[in-house]
Nanobody, 117 residues
């Protein structure tokens, strides 16, 4: 499985962006997926996760009510809709997938989101 993120860029505070994560390869083996981020000088942190069927989601407290994770399995794509962006949301955003049995983790290369004040 390979993951490629897109949709990052520069946006003003209060603006919106939608990130996409396109999966390829043995996509039938993908289970849960998620978005993580690493801000400058900080450790990588969880942003949001979604189960294989999309029926259950989980969010970091810092993004609840502003970000929405979703997936379109028919398109092998996961999304992160980010609204009301803040400068603190500036980070490289990474797509993550739990794959196969025994489970392994696959990561994308990341997409940079910069929020200006």
């Amino acid at each position: 499985v390979q993951l490629v993120e897109s949709g990052g860029g520069l946006v003003q505070a209060g603006g919106s962006l939608r990130l996409s994560c396109a999966a390829s390869g043995s996509t039938f083996s993908i289970n849960a997926m998620g978005w993580y981020r690493r801000a400058p000088g900080k450790q990588r942190e969880l942003v949001a996760t979604i189960t294989s069927g999309g029926g259950s989601t989980n969010y970091a407290d810092s993004v609840k009510g502003r970000f929405t994770i979703s997936r379109a399995n028919a398109k092998n794509t996961m999304y992160l809709q980010m609204n009301s962006l803040k400068p603190d949301d500036t980070a490289v955003y990474y797509c993550n997938a739990k794959v196969g049995r025994p489970q392994i983790e696959v990561w994308g290369l990341g997409t940079l989101v910069t929020v200006s004040s």
